[in-house]
């Protein structure tokens, strides 16, 4: 019985991975935008053209349905956008005052 579990329990992970990454779509667009409003594009440029460009690579995998390589871009699209918020804002500290 456990064992018939498993196997089903496996195939249910299986199939839910095959569908679009919409969660991880999401989350990396909102990530940019959050990077985009700290200043990101000038004040950490290199993380935040990297997500950028993930995020773009993820767009063109989902165009395709090749949702694993979407799903794989759009994380590293998230991650790079948190490195370029987290950029930013130690940038912005770092600011002289008007």
Known sequence: MLRIFTV????????ACKGPPVQEMSD????IQAARAA?????AADDFSAAQAAIERAESHLQLHEYTRARIAAVEA?????????????AAGNDPKP
């Not at 990396?28 to 990530?31: D, F, L, T, V």
């Not at 200043?39 to 004040?43: D, K, M, V, Y």
């Open 28 to 31: 990396a667009r909102q990530a």
């Open 78 to 90: 998230k991650h790079d956008a948190s490195a370029a918020l987290a950029h930013s804002q130690g």
């Open 8 to 15: 089903l329990s496996l195939v249910g992970c299986l199939m």
């Open 39 to 43: 200043g990101a594009p000038s004040r």
